[in-house]
């Protein structure tokens, strides 16, 4: 398998850069059908996170799917791919398998173990299913790795802390402000991320929630689960003058708060200090929000030092992971090695029962018609015939699959039995 894996991350690039690749949900489908337009590329799946974009890759053989990528970029980003090459990661086949198994796993994350990226990856696979680019090299791909990062949830304590973005975010806000009883809390935002702030907001004790979506109904739906207060996206404003957290997370490709917004808002409000989170990539505030009188920012390269307070008590559960990783790697590399040998299985199998086919009507012709129990044993007999001979070797050419020379072996078997046509 051609398997290619293209991407930046938190770990590879600020988040000023992050966001020039980031892709919001409307916009996937047609960055896949761009990226499998190009004639190196067979299929592809696009992963986009708050802290990830990655282009998962099957070239048709011998092709060179990095350079049909670097060509998508140029042409979908309006960048010289050169420029930004060294934000970038590349891994290829063995590599990008071992890759996914970690992002999946919560093992690549800005928050160790964070239980919402495998919900992530599903949708990005499924998102790619819709859009037809999706094939049979990447489902085999895909379905290893979530029962890979299945297992590590279940075997290891990988994810026993149950940490993500929102619930750093809200932590981060409840130290900054000595407890949250007493305090109003704002979301903007309803999506998966900011209805997981909420959620982490009231259980820790929150006095007042407001939640604010560009689609009022969906704010509804989630204030009156959480028994909060809906707030109508142009009337942020006025909600924000009482509050004193805000937490952020549209998928707006702009932001939606700006330093002369806030400088305003603080005018109205005397100073009295706001915790002002940014969760969402691209960013919702303005990086220059920092320098108003009265309000902190942060945004999600920020939270890493909160994501990382139990990461030591974590470490025998990453070993763990890690040697999980090694064992399902394997077990891919046998599974992709059999794969090699089924088109050799299928051509003599497919070969032997024409030959059979054609002796059965050769026997009709010298014997003419058959009672039905005659028939019955014909084929019982000649199919008892084929299977006996084929064992052998259909066992030696799964054995031959992981073997150095298997292209050898394969190519014997097939000259033997005249199989050239049908490779």
Known sequence: ??????????????????????????????????????????????????????????????????????????????????????????????????????????????????PQVLGQVKQSYFVAREAETCGGALESVFQCVFNTA???????????????????????????????????????????????????????????????????????????????????FNEIWEAMRGADIVISATGCPHFIITRHDMERLMAERGGRPIFLIDIAVPRDLDPAVSEVAGCTLVNVDGLEAATHRDLSERQNSVEAADRILSEEIELFRERQEQLNVVPTIVSLRRRVEEIRRAEIKRMRRLFGELTPQQEQALESLTQGLVNKILHTPFTELKQAASRPDRSEFIDVVRTIFHLQEAA
């Open 150 to 232: 299945k297992r590590i949830r279940t075997e290891t304590h990988v994810a026993e802390a149950r940490v993500s973005v929102s619930s750093a975010a809200v932590e981060m806000a409840e130290k900054a402000l000595g407890g949250l009883v007493d305090k109003t809390a704002m979301i903007i935002g309803a999506g998966q991320m900011g209805e997981l702030a909420a959620r982490h907001l009231v259980s820790r004790g929150v006095a007042t929630m407001l939640v604010s979506n560009r689609t009022h109904t969906q704010a509804v739906a989630l204030a009156q689960e959480l028994r909060g207060l809906a707030v109508h």
């Open 1 to 114: 398998m051609n398997l290619l894996v293209v991407g930046t991350s938190h770990k590879k690039a600020p988040l000023e850069l992050r966001e020039r690749f980031a892709l919001t949900e409307g916009a996937v489908p047609e960055a896949l059908r761009r990226l499998q337009s190009e004639p190196e590329i067979e299929e592809t799946v696009i992963i986009s996170t708050c802290n990830r974009v990655e282009f998962v890759l099957v070239g048709f053989e011998k092709q060179d799917g990095m350079a049909a990528f670097r060509r998508f970029a140029e042409s979908f980003y309006g960048v010289r791919f050169d420029e930004f090459a060294d934000c970038f990661y590349v891994y290829h086949a063995e590599e990008a398998v071992r890759h996914l198994f970690r992002v999946a796993a919560g093992l690549d994350s800005l928050i160790l173990g964070e």
